[in-house]
């Protein structure tokens, strides 16, 4: 079957580094998504990963390999308003996106 | 520029009841979703449409059914609402239905269903 792990619930200190991970089993490859979803409101999209490597935007970062079936997403210089939910998704041989539950971020002062 | 608009925002409706929830896009994008996001689960993909007349089956299709009559359109029914389907739907676009671009997805701000 097809699966996305990431923790539940994490917890960070602002202006700390925080790194989220992602592991995947899916039925073909054709690219890692992340988003960030605030309570209460829609998901919107964070960044995209379809080689191996670091793709850096800001204070975001999405590393993925696809050998280890692995992603991360590193948030840097945390602030408050990055308290959220990361949901990581990636697009199987369908191009249909098969999604994770999400990390709930928790940021504290 | 509005993106996508869902309605209504939230509903509470009673067991049998038939419900459509709406969704327009104004960004002339040619796939359309619709998900519903359960606690604890990642986003299920109900149907989709990769372009206008098509529509497919999702992961959870079972008790609705949806349309796209053109672009920007794609409403999605429950013809007889059960206590099952209390969820958060949100319908989704995105430019490509395949390639790169498929994946990076412009949400509406959802709808909250409450089946009593």
């Known amino acids: 079957g097809q699966n996305i792990d990431q923790p539940t619930e994490m917890t960070a200190t602002e202006g700390a580094i925080v790194q989220i991970n992602c592991t995947y089993q899916?039925?073909?490859?054709?690219?890692l998504f992340w988003y960030q979803q605030h309570a209460g409101e829609a998901p919107t999209f964070l960044s995209y990963?379809?080689l191996d490597g670091l793709e850096e935007k800001g204070r975001f970062s999405s590393f993925l390999s696809r050998s280890k079936g692995y992603s991360y997403l590193l948030l840097k210089e945390l602030q408050m308003k990055d308290s959220a939910s990361y949901l990581c998704?990636?697009?199987?041989?369908?191009?249909?996106?098969?999604w994770g539950a999400g990390t709930k971020l928790i940021i504290k002062p | 520029i509005a993106g996508i608009t869902q309605a209504p925002t939230s509903q509470i409706l009673a067991a049998g009841r038939r419900m459509t929830l709406r969704c327009t896009q104004d960004?002339?994008?040619?796939?359309m979703y619709w998900y519903r996001q359960d606690l604890g689960l990642g986003l299920r993909l109900i149907h989709y449409?990769?372009?206008?007349?098509?529509?497919g089956k999702g992961e959870v299709p079972d008790g609705y059914s949806v349309s796209r009559a053109n672009t920007d359109d794609f409403p999605l029914t429950l013809a007889s609402a059960v206590p099952s389907q209390t969820s958060v739907y949100f319908c989704?676009?995105?430019?490509?239905?395949?390639?790169?671009?498929?994946?990076?997805?412009?949400f509406g701000e959802g709808s909250r269903l409450t089946v009593l």
């Open positions: 449409s990769n372009t206008a007349g098509t529509t």
């Open positions: 899916t039925s073909g490859f054709n690219g």
């Open positions: 989704a676009s995105s430019d490509e239905s395949s390639g790169s671009r498929a994946g990076e997805l412009f």
């Open positions: 990963n379809v």
């Open positions: 998704a990636v697009m199987d041989s369908n191009y249909q996106l098969i």
């Open positions: 960004m002339r994008h040619n796939a």
